[in-house]
């Protein structure tokens, strides 16, 4: 299954990298914007036993209010730990 979010988050201190929680999902494309402009990921290292994933950029992401834009391909189940379908 393949799908996108939109991620609104706040930098509080100035960094290269991101680390979000991944279970079972495969980013196909990471880009992150603020009011400086958009930086795409350049690549990311996972944690197989706890799944995070550290997202690393081209530049240092400055202080401020931006957004994640992600796409990811993973599976859809039933698991709550996991994509899952929601009514």
Do not use: C, W
């Not at 009011?35 to 690393?56: C, I, K, N, Y």
């Amino acid at each position: 299954t393949e799908g996108s979010v939109t991620i609104n988050i706040d930098v509080r201190q100035s960094t290269e990298t991101v680390t979000l929680n991944l279970v079972d999902l495969d980013l196909e494309e990471v880009f992150f914007t603020d009011a400086l402009g958009s930086l795409t990921m350049l690549d990311h290292e996972l944690d197989e036993v706890h799944q995070p994933a550290s997202l690393r950029f081209p530049l240092s992401i400055s202080e401020g209010p931006a957004t994640l834009d992600i796409s990811f391909r993973g599976p859809i189940n039933d698991g709550i730990n996991k994509a899952y379908y929601s009514i």
